[in-house]
């Protein structure tokens, strides 16, 4: 019996054989697909910033984001040009591309859908682009997309809106006053399932959303744009989740896709680093895994239970090759997509995949 339940979590790229009743999963990976996005050389786009046009997307697409539109899963991804070298020093843009069934790509635009322009964002955008997208959807269809944005100097969250996915109307850094200065990354807006898909929902009467890097870290919002950070009574950012010594997120608890609210709590997926020294020795140091925490519904700022394994680790060699070369799962993009889960991960800074599970009941 242990060595079947070993075979099942090699399938599933898990070291869980059976996860808590509150975790999504358990994921598997489809056979014979992955990874379903990979670098195009041949795309060329005008860039507005240097007005020359650019091989846009021939270096590397990773990261990706993913909501529903029209019956089909869009893929929102970010993809690097080779106007520079090393990780963050060439420029990103945003790249769409939508699938039928959730594992195979029918189509990818050939133009980039989200990228710095000569607009008001440009100082926060060029050179460095657009990154990193987390995207939702509300419930009267505005599609909402959180990203960084990177001018090679302070990383910033920043937020954008679209009735199509195509055009996008950006609102710029989500924090104000003195917080706008700050490094700020990966924001995962709280959904729930409504009519057999994903919606943006609201926590005590507001959106709620959880990012960080570092740390996992919470905060609020009226109307998706504007955030205000939750803080303790001196006035900084109040640290809900940590990395742990000896765990798999020993370094990083870096947050993932849309948190999915369910009569368990509020699921949050998140990227767990395995720290160099201090990490658990059965991951390559500097690995990026995948674990999953639950919030509670009432009270959100509430850690309720923490897998102390990581559900998805780097397996096959796309994953462990590339520009993060130490080993990357890195999960950014959940859709519930005809009553399974697809999650959509990057893959050593360099590929897109994706793993399916089926929605407990």
Same mark, same amino acid.
């Given at each position: 019996?242990?060595?079947l ?16 009743d ?6 598997t990976?489809?056979?014979?697909v992955?990874p379903?996005i990979?670098?195009?050389t041949?795309t ?20 990706p984001a993913?909501v529903?539109k029209d ?14 070298k090393?990780i963050g020093?060439?420029?990103s843009?945003?790249g769409?591309?939508t699938s039928d069934d ?7 635009s050939?133009v980039p ?8 964002q440009?100082?926060?955008?060029w050179k ?8 939702a959807m509300?419930?009267d ?6 990203y960084t944005e ?5 990383p910033?969250l ?7 996915l195509?055009?996008w109307?950006?609102h710029?850094p989500?924090f104000? #006053?003195?917080f706008?200065e700050i490094?700020?990354k990966?924001?995962?807006v *709280?959904?729930e399932? $409504? @009519?057999g898909? =994903?919606v ?7 959106y709620?959303?959880?990012?960080g ?7 609020t919002?009226d109307?998706?744009t ?10 900084k950012?109040k640290e809900?989740?940590?990395?742990r010594?000896g765990?798999f ?10 948190a ?8 949050l997926?998140?990227?767990g680093?395995n720290d160099?020294s201090?990490?658990?020795?059965r ?11 639950l919030?509670?519904?009432n009270?959100p ?8 394994q990581?559900f998805?680790?780097p ?5 462990k090759? #590339?520009?993060y ?5 890195f999960?950014?993009?959940? *859709?519930?997509?005809r $009553? @399974?889960w697809? =999650? ?6 360099s590929?897109?995949a994706?793993?399916?599970a089926?929605?407990k009941?």
């Amino acid at each position: 019996m242990k060595y079947l339940l070993f075979i099942i979590s090699l399938f599933s790229g898990s070291l869980y054989a059976q996860l808590p009743d509150w975790t999504l999963g358990p994921f598997t990976r489809p056979a014979g697909v992955n990874p379903i996005i990979r670098p195009d050389t041949s795309t060329q786009f005008k860039d507005p910033m240097t007005k020359t046009m650019v091989a846009w997307e021939s270096n590397d697409t990773f990261n990706p984001a993913a909501v529903l539109k029209d019956g089909k899963i869009c893929v929102l991804y970010r993809a690097e040009d080779r106007s520079g070298k090393g990780i963050g020093m060439r420029t990103s843009r945003i790249g769409l591309a939508t699938s039928d069934d959730g594992i195979h790509i029918q189509h990818r635009s050939p133009v980039p859908v989200l990228y710095p322009d000569t607009d008001a964002q440009q100082e926060f955008e060029w050179k460095g682009g657009c990154e990193d997208p987390r995207v939702a959807m509300t419930i009267d269809g505005t599609y909402v997309v959180l990203y960084t944005e990177w001018n090679n100097k302070v990383p910033r969250l920043g937020a954008a809106l679209s009735s199509d996915l195509i055009h996008w109307k950006k609102h710029g850094p989500i924090f104000k #006053g003195k917080f706008r200065e700050i490094a700020s990354k990966s924001a995962s807006v *709280v959904t729930e399932v $409504n @009519k057999g898909k =994903l919606v943006i929902a609201k926590v005590k009467g507001k959106y709620w959303m959880y990012w960080g890097e570092d740390h996992v870290y919470a905060a609020t919002s009226d109307n998706l744009t504007d955030w205000i950070p939750l803080t303790t009574p001196d006035g900084k950012l109040k640290e809900l989740m940590s990395p742990r010594k000896g765990y798999f997120d020993s370094r990083l608890t870096e947050c993932g896709p849309p948190a999915v609210k369910t009569d368990k709590g509020i699921v949050l997926l998140y990227n767990g680093k395995n720290d160099e020294s201090g990490g658990d020795k059965r991951y390559p140091p500097a690995a990026y895994c995948a674990g999953q925490v639950l919030f509670d519904n009432n009270d959100p700022e509430k850690v309720l239970a923490r897998l102390d394994q990581p559900f998805l680790v780097p397996q096959d060699a796309f994953e462990k090759s #590339g520009q993060y070369p130490a080993g990357t799962v890195f999960v950014e993009g959940l *859709v519930l997509f005809r $009553n @399974k889960w697809f =999650l959509y991960y990057g893959c050593a800074d360099s590929r897109v995949a994706v793993v399916v599970a089926n929605k407990k009941e």
